[in-house]
């Protein structure tokens, strides 16, 4: 079954890809994106929709902060072995602020080399506060949903989620490497176990197979844009 839904997931993803390429805005850069299109993609949520589902009201009085690059860990840092280190998640984020008070978040993503699209609008006004103090790299850990400030040595949490994962309000990296491999061995613990509970006849998951999906959802997004546009302005 997961292997027919892979298929037909990769298969959708193709097609939202070429029907996306040609329709939705795309840019060749990450500032020329945010520049030409955020604000109108932020508009069209305030007029298409309940702008309080986004920390916003209905007033147009609308600017951004600073565009930042989202980085992720390496697989290097899921091992005590190896040394840990940060590589770009190819999106990009701003805040948005409304009447100069940051609301919400707002983000483009690398499609594909030199290509940008829409990525996502509504990480939250937590986070939009806090993107006003990152002074170094600001990093995304998904699986937490935490944020980080990272300075070269040390990991400043910016989320309420990212506090409660390290347990605290800063973390060494080697700490958070540390954390890092002991989350990942007991998440790899629990499947196993939940295989091991299972009946023979069961197939397993292969991680890969969860990528792809997710990988035909994120093709998806400039077409659900295009789509919510086209809804917002009838």
């Not at 305030?46 to 600073?66: K, M, V």
């Not at 930042?68 to 998640?89: G, K, L, N, P, R």
């Not at 040595?153 to 490497?177: H, M, N, P, V």
Request: proline residues 3%; glycine residues 6%.
């Amino acid at each position: 079954m997961l292997r027919h839904l892979t298929t037909f997931a990769l298969a959708g993803a193709f097609t939202l890809v070429a029907t996306s390429a040609a329709a939705a805005p795309t840019e060749r850069s990450a500032e020329r994106f945010a520049e030409k299109h955020f604000e109108s993609i932020v508009l069209d949520h305030i007029e298409g929709d309940d702008p309080s589902n986004y920390h916003l009201t209905e007033s147009r009085a609308i600017s951004f902060g600073s565009l930042h690059e989202v980085m992720i860990a390496a697989q290097s840092c899921y091992s005590s072995d190896e040394m840990c280190t940060f590589v770009s998640s190819k999106e990009y984020v701003s805040a948005v602020l409304q009447d100069g008070e940051p609301r919400n978040v707002i983000g483009t993503y690398e499609q594909e080399p030199g290509l940008f699209a829409f990525s996502t609008f509504g990480y939250g006004d937590e986070l939009a506060i806090a993107l006003a103090d990152v002074s170094g790299t600001l990093v995304h850990s998904a699986r937490e949903n935490a944020w980080f400030d990272y300075d070269g040595k040390t990991l400043t949490a910016l989320t309420t989620d990212a506090k409660r994962f390290i347990e605290g309000d800063r973390i060494t990296l080697e700490s958070y490497q540390a954390l890092l491999v002991e989350t990942h061995s007991n998440v790899e613990g629990s499947l196993e176990d939940g295989h091991t509970a299972s009946s023979g006849n069961v197939p397993t998951t292969d991680p890969k197979s969860f990528w792809m999906l997710g990988l035909a959802l994120l093709a998806g997004l400039p077409l659900s844009y295009l789509l919510y546009r086209r809804r917002a302005n009838k």
